[in-house]
């Protein structure tokens, strides 16, 4: 069964402009905790003067005749761009953006120090405490009185729920976006999963949400929704690979707190285990942590080097959409999936979706997971 599209051009209050139905071919993408991107290429002869900046396009799909169309996502225009090649053939490609390109327009405008740009928080609340206060209802106005805040109408934030772990972290000055990535990989060290995404709530409206575990669907083998398994025996992964890195492992921390000479206070952190793991097995490494004043804090110190010096595990592979294993059907972007190589087995959330359609209307989906932990 062949999927089917629909896609419109909106403006950038999502009011519909045109249904683009002589498209020749168009791709999207999705990344978790990234900005997706899309590209829609229409025939010359296209009314530019439909194109706009921040104007939309929306992507329609039905996983396969018969089913009903849903928004899988929308795209805001950033960079138009019309080519004609030598056979004097022009061409415009509209390309857009994802939502979460709505983050990485803020900064954290907030003075060191502020409630605003250091907070204890919940990590999934703390997100969602940034974008309020930086570029939703809460964000103010700048120094010259204009307003920092997107129109209420379009754009809002889903409320707290206080499921990730707690951490108190500064960030005054920094870019939005990077400053919820790097949330988003404080809750995985601390052992949880936190992820963030800008959606269209409708066709007019984006909401930023937060989810816990995964974007997605839970459908691990055997007890999730539906389960699925991704394999090299099922035909249904490609290009997989598997790393076990213990170049720069780190099992035996010294931390320096205050104090000079043999009056400074050393703390010290360890793994035996992995100390003894060879004849040749430790593996020393050193956290200037002068900024504690306590024996816990400077030990704190010396156990978060430890960790940043765990040996990594990594894994990918490319998921294909085929029967028994189809993209809209079976999987979709964010689920959390099981995984099989290497007489390995493999927790892994669907990382990103690209889909691409040529001029025959043939789709082509590829998903990616990747897998980080300790070797």
């Known amino acids: 069964m062949t999927a089917r599209h629909e896609i419109w051009l909106t403006n950038d209050r999502g009011v519909r402009l045109v249904l683009l139905d002589n498209v020749e071919q168009f791709n999207w993408n999705r990344v978790v905790n990234g900005i997706g991107r899309c590209s829609v290429v229409l025939p010359d002869g296209f009314d530019r003067g439909l194109i706009g900046i921040d104007y939309r396009i929306e992507i329609w799909r039905a996983a396969e005749e018969g089913l009903p169309l849903a928004l899988e996502n929308s795209f805001m225009i950033r960079r138009p761009h019309t080519e004609t090649n030598t056979a004097t053939t022009t061409k415009i490609d509209l390309n857009g953006v994802g939502g979460n390109d709505l983050l990485k327009r803020r900064v954290i405008a907030w003075v060191a120090g502020s409630a605003e740009a250091r907070k204890t928080d919940f990590i999934d609340d703390m997100m969602k405490a940034i974008v309020r206060e930086n570029l939703g209802a809460l964000a103010g106005n700048d120094p010259d009185g204009n307003s920092r805040s997107f129109d209420a109408a379009f754009f809002s934030v889903d409320p707290d729920t206080g499921l990730g772990p707690s951490i108190t972290k500064s960030f005054s000055w920094r870019n939005v976006l990077d400053v919820l990535q790097d949330l988003s990989e404080a809750a995985r060290e601390a052992g949880d999963q936190v992820y963030f995404a800008v959606e269209p709530a409708n066709v007019t409206d984006y909401i930023f949400k937060t989810y816990i575990n995964q974007l997605g669907q839970d459908r691990r083998f055997p007890g999730g929704f539906n389960p699925i398994t991704f394999s090299v025996e099922d035909g249904n992964i490609e290009f997989p690979s598997l790393d076990e890195d ?60 430890l960790s940043e010096g765990r040996p990594k595990r990594r894994f990918a592979a490319e998921l294909t959409s085929i029967a028994g294993s189809r993209y809209g059907l079976d999987w979709g972007f964010g689920d959390r999936v099981t995984v099989t190589y290497a007489d390995r087995q493999f927790d892994a959330m669907i990382w990103s979706v690209s889909v691409s359609v040529d001029e025959d209307g043939l789709e082509t989906v590829i998903g990616r997971v990747e897998v980080e932990d300790v070797a």
């Open 246 to 305: 213990y170049d720069e492992e780190l099992n035996y921390v010294y931390g320096a707190g205050q104090g000079e000479g043999a009056g400074r206070n050393i703390q010290t952190a360890f793994d035996l285990a992995a100390m003894n793991r060879s004849i040749w097995g430790r593996r020393e490494g050193f956290r200037d942590s002068r900024q504690e004043d306590t024996d816990a804090g400077v030990t704190a110190e010396a156990q978060a080097k």
